[in-house]
């Protein structure tokens, strides 16, 4: 069983509408969950981190984190071409030492 | 600038031949890690290093090893590389994942083996 499950997509979204991408993880005890946007072939960059239940805002990007259901969810909304990237949803495994384990990425495409 | 820094950017080399990957990040940060990135595996952990002269192996430390002499410099080497560690390397640091904070990814390694 994976630890940090995403959809790989691609997430197609036309122009300005919101992107919902879902992620959901195996150990109960995780306290701290990031979003990282990556370009192709080039290292990932961290958007947004989030550690208590309920929603975070950083400008478009909207975080959401449900420790009850072990799921977290970010949103883009007015998405743009250049949000085209692989979001990757990464989990700090408290029972693995701290370790940050990665999800597989969900691809999104914005169309204009 | 706050930055970690890997070199190379670009590497083939042949079966068995011993090579090194560095990293050097200028956060004083005292965690450090390295990834491989494959198609349909994600970023897998290889190993990690809480401190100076403290290292542990990640998920898949087979075939590498590292080394913490100092704390800014964490490299990865290859004692005798295989064409399955065909991949791309990124080394990460964080102040300390307790609590934890967000990890910055160097620039990336794009290894082949042939």
């Known amino acids: 069983q994976k630890e940090v499950e995403q959809n790989s997509g691609p997430l197609s979204v036309p122009e300005g509408a919101i992107a919902s991408l879902n992620c959901t993880y195996s150990?109960?005890?995780?306290?701290?969950f990031f979003w990282y946007r990556q370009y192709s072939g080039k290292s990932p960059e961290l958007i947004m981190s989030?550690?208590?239940?309920g929603d975070k805002e950083d400008g478009r990007f909207t975080a959401q984190l449900n420790k009850a259901s072990q799921y977290v969810s970010l949103l883009i909304r007015d998405s743009q071409p250049s949000d085209s990237a692989t979001y990757l949803c990464a989990v700090i495994f408290k029972a693995a030492g701290n370790k940050l384990t990665f999800g597989g990425g969900t691809r999104v495409l914005v169309k204009p | 600038e706050a930055q970690v820094t890997q070199n190379p950017r670009y590497l083939i080399t042949v079966t068995g031949k011993k090579l090194t990957v560095t990293c050097s990040q200028n956060m004083n940060h005292e965690y450090m890690s390295w990834y491989r990135q494959d198609p349909g595996l994600g970023l897998r952990q290889i190993y990690y290093?809480?401190?100076?002269?403290?290292?542990d192996k990640g998920d898949v430390p087979e075939g590498y090893k590292v080394s913490r002499k100092e704390k800014r410099n964490f490299p990865l080497i290859l004692e005798s590389p295989s064409p399955n560690q065909t991949s791309l390397y990124f080394c990460?640091?964080?102040?300390?994942?307790?609590?934890?904070?967000?990890?910055?990814f160097g620039s990336g390694t794009r290894l082949t083996v042939v």
């Open positions: 150990d109960r005890g995780s306290q701290s």
């Open positions: 290093s809480m401190n100076v002269e403290v290292t």
């Open positions: 990460a640091s964080t102040p300390n994942p307790t609590p934890p904070s967000g990890y910055t």
């Open positions: 989030i550690y208590s239940n």
